[in-house]
């Protein structure tokens, strides 16, 4: 009887010009050469984790797998960018405490946790089709586009800047629990020792104390699933797409938006700012600005923003946010936050 329920076949390994790998020609390259840097120990020293994602990457694809320094060191820069981005999410939770309200999330947290939750469906079932190159590719769009592109960057001003027991703070380090555990499970058949080193790491995985192989399944919640939301924020990220062209330089922050809107989409974007002004409203925060004036206009344009430079408001040193009224001061928030800070 055969010791296992189940056999994958893939493609034959070759080198970087497609040819068989054969001794006499002198072009194989043995497993062991990459996990181990070879037998004097004059090779990089790539690991099981990198072997393991260019297998995973490759060996799906219904055609031979090339193997060469630069397929290898492409394989070991993707991993250490998933670790860059799960080094960031332990470090953020470093004082997360677990006992969150979910009704405090913002639109966007809501959202994340609906792409989780499409991500986590995803993968499962990519993995049990064994598409484990489509895992590959999903996980790193997942977590260099949604997760750290847009989400951790996004928040960066709540996780850093409000008071450390808030709940706009404690929002965002809820749903970045979440990515952490989700991603981890994601990314740990492929890449074992990167997610158990993360599970050693991080006290609030929802089941604690054992090796993370063996602590079951852990399935997002269905409510996270939430399409209304989705079409909220994905709005709000098309007026931040448009703005960003509008603008020459990357950083917003120094700008002051104006959203002319009407109907809908008005409506729509209302839900993020309820009222006509606002520097620290969820719509300022997903479009990264100083301020946003949400003016409800006739136009047929779904939206049009314009954008200039603040005058009225200056530079705040410790948010880095154009929203102190005087200059070489804090911003009101801020100078709050300060006062409350006891001194250790
Ligand atoms: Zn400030």
């Known amino acids: 009887m ?23 020609v002198g072009n194989v390259v043995d497993p062991v050469d990459i996990t181990h840097g070879g037998k004097d120990n004059t090779q990089i020293v790539y690991g099981i984790d990198t072997l393991r994602w260019w297998v995973a990457c490759h060996a799906t694809q219904h055609a031979n797998i090339p193997v060469s320094s630069n397929v290898v060191t492409s394989s070991a820069e993707s991993v250490h960018k998933i670790r860059i981005v799960l080094r960031f999410l332990l470090g953020a939770l470093h004082d997360y405490t677990s006992n969150h309200n979910e009704d405090d999330l913002f639109l966007l947290d809501r959202y994340m946790l609906h792409l ?24 790193t769009n997942f977590i260099t586009n949604e997760v750290s592109a847009m989400y951790c960057h996004v928040i960066k001003d709540r996780l850093y800047c409000e008071p450390a027991d808030s709940t706009q703070r404690r ?33 609030y995985f929802v089941i604690t104390g054992q090796q993370l192989f063996r602590s079951g399944v852990v399935m997002p919640e269905g409510d996270w699933h939430q399409t209304e939301v989705s079409r909220v924020v994905n709005l709000a990220l098309e007026v931040k797409r448009a703005l960003n062209k509008t603008c020459s330089s990357t950083n ?9 809107t009407s109907g809908e989409t008005y409506c729509l974007l209302k839900l993020m700012q309820p009222e006509e002004y606002s520097s620290w409203s969820q719509l300022a925060e997903i479009l990264q600005v100083a301020s946003v004036r949400l003016i409800e206009s006739k136009s047929p344009l779904k939206f049009h923003v314009e954008l ?9 040193a410790r948010c880095r946010r154009y929203t102190s009224d005087k200059t070489d001061e804090p911003c009101t928030r801020c100078r709050q936050v300060l006062a409350n800070i006891q001194p250790q």
């Open 308 to 316: 200039a430079e603040t005058t009225e408001c200056h530079l705040c």
């Open 116 to 139: 989780l939750h499409e991500f986590h469906h995803q993968v499962q079932n990519a993995y049990d089709n064994f598409q484990l190159n489509k895992v590959c590719i999903l996980l």
């Open 2 to 24: 055969a010791p296992y329920r189940g056999i994958f076949v893939h493609g034959f390994a070759v080198d970087a010009e497609g040819r068989k790998m054969s001794k006499s």
């Open 171 to 203: 929002a965002c380090q809820f749903v970045m629990s979440h990515i952490l555990e989700i991603v981890t499970r994601a990314i740990a058949p492929v890449l074992l020792h990167l997610a158990e080193e993360v599970r050693q790491n991080n006290k």
């Open 252 to 260: 917003t922050q120094q700008l002051k938006a104006s959203v002319y």
